[in-house]
């Protein structure tokens, strides 16, 4: 089952980048099978049906080379070809291509119906049960700890078991963090004193420990 699960409550997308940039390494070295690395972000969507067409436009090898763009049903329909149908002749030597599709701030995706979220995580197990030679790997990031026990029991069957939970940074952590930050923007000049970067972590940690709102504390005085 080509899917895995992270939620709650910070270094999750940063932590799957790094380890996409691993795999890009040794793929570039001939070590691992060719990949395509996609990343969603549900909340740049205007609708969650937008994942569709997001997901087609930015495949790299879609079926002639058709790049228009569509609708959200044709561009579903386009997918469910390219991932559950064999798509290539069985005596062909096209191998298939293999998709790896992050999907940030997942949560944004989540309809009355679900049906976003099910096709999504439902592709990768019928491309394996299809024989298909095109793969589809999902990873999904929630900041919901809950999310996947909210969810329909049809799209929980897709998702399975693996998940990883992240727990949030702590004070020590986030002023830790913070000083690298400005450190690495501007090694010779001191953007914030240390008491603004401990005012802004201690605030941090007291709500959530969720990094970004300390990157906008930081950036208030700015704006």
Not at 28 to 45: K, P, Q, V, Y
Not at 137 to 160: A, D, F, K
Request: charged share 25%; glycine share 4%; aromatic share 8%.
């Amino acid at each position: 089952m080509s899917i895995a699960f992270l939620h709650d409550c910070v270094g999750k997308t940063a932590s799957v980048r790094a380890g996409i940039s691993e795999l890009q390494d040794a793929q570039s070295r001939g070590m691992i099978t060719n990949f395509d690395f996609i990343s969603l972000n549900g909340m740049e969507m205007r609708h969650p049906f937008e994942a569709y067409v997001r997901l087609w436009e930015e495949l790299k090898w879609q079926q002639n080379g058709d790049k228009k763009i569509c609708s959200p049903e044709i561009a579903a329909a386009k997918l469910e070809a390219l991932f559950t149908n064999k798509g290539v002749n069985a005596n062909s030597k096209d191998k298939g291509r293999v998709a790896v599709v992050l999907v940030d701030e997942i949560d944004y995706l989540v309809t009355k119906k679900q049906t976003v979220l099910y096709t999504l995580f439902d592709w990768p197990n019928r491309a394996l049960q299809c024989g298909s030679k095109n793969r589809l790997v999902v990873i999904g990031v929630s900041n919901t700890l809950n999310l996947p026990e909210r969810l329909h029991p049809r799209v929980q069957s897709r998702i399975g078991s693996r998940r990883c939970y992240f727990k949030s940074y702590n004070f020590k952590q986030t002023v830790a963090i913070l000083k690298a930050k400005m450190t690495q923007a501007s090694p010779s000049y001191t953007v914030f004193d240390d008491d603004a970067i401990i005012f802004a972590s201690r605030k941090t940690a007291a709500l959530s420990g969720d990094l970004r709102k300390a990157f906008h504390i930081c950036r208030a005085p700015d704006e």
